[in-house]
């Protein structure tokens, strides 16, 4: 079944239509047949960002098929503004060192260097952050000595509302005989 021009162009804005808004959409500037069965339409883009790009809508062109939108995509054209192609960092880094040779880079890598082998480095153990690391744990040990877990809460709501009291605290004659538990989450001072 054959289609006219005007048939086709109707389905490529169509098409436009659901990706883009139409008013981004300009004048039909061309078509191409890229391969047997294909034919491409290129409009105009009138995004102010995207000069001289252009909105490509391929077709299907098959004599026994009915014409269908394969896909639509937005081109560039000759002398669209283009991102530039990829350098990789260490090109890149290489080009602004030349570019600064008065700039000291030798001591960098070494730094660097440095910097990876103290992280790595495992074996040696500073003393200072062993006990500090031995006083959080103090006052983690402190902060749950006595402490209620949820579930512990859901059985005895009395307790809850006592203020989540253990039973180590309690004499044999029931009265409490002081907080030994040492101090209460809100009661510790994690100020350094």
């Keep these: 079944m054959a289609v006219t021009q005007e048939e086709r162009t109707a389905l490529a804005l169509a098409a436009l239509g659901e990706v883009t808004d139409p008013d981004d959409v300009g004048e039909l500037v061309g078509t191409d047949e890229v391969e047997p069965g294909v034919v491409d339409l290129r409009f105009v883009c009138r995004l102010s960002a995207y000069t001289g790009w252009y909105w490509t809508v391929s077709t299907s062109d098959l004599p026994d098929g009915e014409v269908t939108v394969l896909e639509v995509e937005l081109l560039p054209g000759d002398g669209a503004l283009l991102a530039p192609p990829w350098v990789p960092w260490t090109e890149?880094?290489?080009?602004?060192?030349?570019?600064?040779?008065?700039?000291?880079?030798?001591?960098?890598?070494?730094?660097d260097l440095d910097d990876d082998a103290d992280l790595d480095d495992d074996s040696e153990?500073?003393?200072?952050?062993?006990a500090v690391d031995d006083e959080l744990d103090e006052l983690d040990d402190a902060e749950l000595?006595?402490?209620?877990?949820?579930?512990?809460?859901?059985?005895?709501?009395?307790?809850a509302a006592d203020g989540g009291g253990h039973?180590?605290?309690q004499d044999q004659d029931g009265e409490g005989e002081g907080d030994l538990r040492g101090p209460r989450p809100?009661?510790?001072?994690?100020?350094?």
Excluded at 98 to 103: G, I, S, W
Excluded at 125 to 130: G, I, N, W
Excluded at 147 to 159: G, R, T
């Design 186 to 192: 809100a009661e510790v001072d994690r100020s350094i």
């Design 145 to 159: 000595e006595g402490a209620l877990s949820p579930q512990e809460l859901e059985h005895d709501p009395d307790e």
């Design 125 to 130: 153990v500073d003393e200072d952050d062993l």
């Design 167 to 169: 039973p180590d605290d």
């Design 92 to 111: 890149r880094l290489a080009d602004w060192r030349r570019q600064h040779p008065d700039e000291d880079h030798h001591g960098e890598q070494a730094d």
